[in-house]
């Protein structure tokens, strides 16, 4: 019966808030609907297609509550002191594909402590790991920092790094911008003759005669944007070399004590890796002091680059490999840059993660 298997859920997620609490974390609650334009401004208008979204008169656009990470930073920036452990255990909402329901619950555990990075990245994941190491999950890890760290390493301009590091999330646009960045595929032609047209006319011209204006933008953000276009198109292309070493980055994929080895000989090359390499190495001592056999612990660059839009640091998932239909089990890592948004600047160490009771229990009766 359904009742029944609410049952069973609501037990996996009270044991699982259970021993988060009884590893020190605090149990918070959240409000159900959050403003709206908290969450626009993280995570962009895409957010709008994904939440429930209704309007109050009072207090004007509200979200049904998408995740609790973000509440819950705002709590811990407005009243918490560190090292803080906090776990939650309740609803979330989001519309879904595939037959998937919307409403589902999340059990996590957060973690603020910037003394160290390193030893709370494996804290987080070594608890994951024995939490869920009687369940036959898949583990994959991995490190967005590397990849943001080799875009900002690039000899290009300020602006295509921005861009690159925009588009990290989507991949498919990402290695567009890059093939044109580095000079692989050339610019659209229309965008080629606006600027032969603005070269030999000059940019108020071309305007003048463009005709009646249309959309929201002024006259001054479109010669704003045309300037972008003319700098953007007077940049030297991104060097064949950088390109191929970002293409080996994202590439990289072997158990982790492996990975840090090809990792280090890539910085040998080319210096801006040699920071998050030496992150890597720190976290994988911590997760070896805590039993992590990190020798056959899988690691990919690329890994959550599609699902994880405000992590910048060290990602983990867990999956059920003889369920593929299933969501991810369980995920989380590093999001120093979410609580520096929400901070207005200041920023506080950060990395946590959650897991879907319900998608345990379908792990549960698919081995039974």
């Known amino acids: 019966m359904k009742n029944d298997r609410r049952a069973r859920i609501k037990e996996v997620a009270d044991r699982l808030a259970a021993a988060f609490v009884s590893s020190g ?13 908290v969450l626009l401004d993280l995570y962009g208008e895409d957010i709008r297609a ?17 995740d609790f990470t973000v509440p819950i930073v705002q709590r811990h920036m407005a009243e918490g002191a560190e090292p803080a452990r906090y776990t939650y255990n309740g609803n979330v909402w989001r519309k879904q594909t595939g037959g998937r329901a919307s409403e589902y619950t999340q059990v996590g555990y957060e973690l603020f402590d910037r003394t160290d990075p390193a030893g709370a990245d494996a804290e987080v994941f070594a608890m994951f790991a024995g939490m869920l190491a009687a369940y036959p999950l898949k583990v994959m890890t991995g490190d967005m920092g590397i990849l943001l760290a080799a875009v900002d390493g690039l000899t290009t301009t300020d602006r295509r790094r921005a861009a690159l590091r925009r588009h990290v999330w989507r991949p498919t646009r990402f290695v567009r911008l890059l093939e044109r960045f580095g000079g692989m595929t050339p610019p659209p032609e229309t965008r080629v003759a606006l ?19 249309q959309g929201m933008r002024s006259a001054e953000e479109v010669l704003a944007r045309i ?3 003319q700098e953007d198109s007077a940049a030297a292309p991104i060097s064949a070399e950088e390109v191929e070493m970002l293409e080996q980055v994202l590439a990289l994929k072997a158990m982790s004590s492996d990975a840090l080895v090809q990792l280090r000989q890539m910085a040998a090359d080319f210096p801006a890796l040699v920071a998050p390499a030496d992150a890597m190495e720190d976290r994988l001592k911590a997760m070896a002091a805590r039993r992590v056999d990190v ?16 992590y910048d640091g060290f990602v983990f998932g867990f999956s059920a490999e003889n369920c593929p ?21 200041r920023s506080i160490a950060a990395v946590g993660g959650v897991i879907r009771p319900e998608a345990l229990v379908a792990v549960q009766e698919g081995n039974l």
């Open 25 to 37: 974390a605090l149990p918070v609650e959240t409000d159900s609907l959050l403003p709206a334009d």
């Open 325 to 345: 239909d299933l969501p991810v089990v369980a995920s989380g890592g590093r999001y120093d840059a979410l609580t520096r948004v929400l901070g207005q600047g």
């Open 195 to 213: 600027l032969a047209d603005v070269a030999a006319r000059g940019a108020d011209a071309v305007l003048a005669d463009a005709g009646a204006q």
């Open 50 to 66: 994904r939440a429930f979204v209704t309007h109050d008169p009072l207090h004007g656009e509200q979200m049904l509550r998408p």
């Open 227 to 229: 300037a972008v276009l």
């Open 295 to 310: 020798d056959n612990l899988p690691f990919e660059v690329s890994f959550g680059r599609t699902s994880m839009e405000y």
